[in-house]
């Protein structure tokens, strides 16, 4: 989601922080464990929510002086 409302004027970026630490949370759990599947979501979600936040930090910046 942070990747689709990066342009929310921070919506993105609070999306993006939120999928980033359930993803570090989600990878540190003893239930993901070895398997892979699991382990390769909590990847994509942190991946995902990084993209997320640095796409609205750039917008921000680019769109912020034209308010």
Do not use: C, K, Q, Y
Not at 11 to 19: E, F, Q, S
Not at 42 to 55: E, K, M, N, R, T
Request: proline residues 3%; hydrophobic residues 55%; charged residues 5%.
């Amino acid at each position: 989601m942070s990747v689709i409302t990066f342009w929310t004027f921070g919506l993105g970026i609070v999306l993006g922080v939120g999928a980033v630490g359930v993803g570090v949370a989600a990878s540190r759990s003893g239930v993901v464990g070895d398997r892979e599947p699991n382990s390769l979501e909590a990847l994509f979600g942190i991946l995902s929510g990084a993209f997320g936040v640095v796409a609205g930090v750039i917008f921000l910046a680019v769109a912020g002086p034209h308010w």
